[in-house]
């Protein structure tokens, strides 16, 4: 792929997957999350090139693919440098608490969670102990846990993308506010083609996918979370010299 969408898991990504392939100079991938520089990496990159329509070095076509997974995973940017190291990423971050919220509705959906969201959050660092150390020891290793529970320290940004700046320019980046996506696609997407030097385009409808309706988070746990995640989100734009004005 020429680029790669990532960013916080229950971002938009897969919004955004969906409006550029629309556009006629980018060739989707077969699938739209291929997991393979986190979960099939031991598949091979042959494997991995069979999703992506086959190019010619002359061709005016960019394809991409979009793994929300990949941005937290420790051993993702190592093996993309390895693979596709001119590769670009676009990366979607949502405010930290309404994703935290987001994504433990996604889990209780799916059936993967049965506490509430204050109690798993609780627990969250429980959950997630030695995951870390199981990814870096077994890379064949399946860390449900590490994607399935990760409410709070899914959204801590600036550790994350601090790991891929040491492997990758900064210039590979464009780092978006999933919330101008959805307020804003056409300058959001503007601000995309620009960076991947293709035509700008519009569309005549953006459907935002995966977006559910469900009870508002607590007041009390929202303040307590806004406290939680400030000095993060504080990193984060210094990391990043710009202003995510996140309530």
């Known amino acids: 792929p020429n680029f790669i969408i990532t960013g916080s898991i229950a971002s938009g990504t897969t919004s955004l997957y969906n409006y550029l392939i629309q556009h006629p100079n980018i060739l989707k991938s077969f699938r739209k999350e291929i997991y ?43 093996r993309i ?79 994350q993308l601090q790991h891929w700046f040491k492997i990758f320019p900064k210039e590979q980046f464009l780092i978006l506010q999933s919330e101008k996506l959805f307020k804003n696609p056409e300058e959001t997407l503007l601000e995309i083609t620009d960076f991947l030097k293709i035509s700008s385009f519009t569309l005549e409808k ?19 979370l806004r406290k939680y995640f400030q000095p993060y989100n504080d990193k984060l734009n210094e990391l990043l010299d710009k202003n995510f004005e996140w309530n």
């Not at 309404?98 to 993967?112: L, M």
């Not at 102990?129 to 449900?144: T, V």
């Not at 459907?207 to 307590?224: M, R, W």
């Open 36 to 78: 393979f520089f986190d979960l099939n990496y031991n598949r091979g990159f042959s494997w991995y090139r069979s999703f992506f329509p086959i190019q010619l070095s002359n061709s005016n076509f960019l394809t991409c693919e979009a793994t929300a997974t990949y941005l937290r995973h420790p051993l993702v940017p190592e």
């Open 81 to 159: 440098q390895k693979h596709l190291p001119k590769t670009k990423f676009i990366v979607l971050l949502r405010n930290p608490i309404d994703r935290a919220y987001g994504f433990y509705q996604s889990r209780v959906n799916h059936g993967d969670e049965n506490l509430s969201f204050e109690d798993a959050i609780k627990e969250e660092e429980n959950r997630l102990s030695g995951e870390i150390e199981k990814i870096l020891n077994d890379q064949n290793y399946f860390p449900s846990n590490f994607y399935n529970f990760a409410y709070l320290s899914g959204g801590i940004y600036y550790k």
């Open 206 to 224: 953006y459907v935002q996918f995966n977006a559910h309706k469900y009870e508002p988070l607590k007041k009390s746990t929202h303040d307590e």
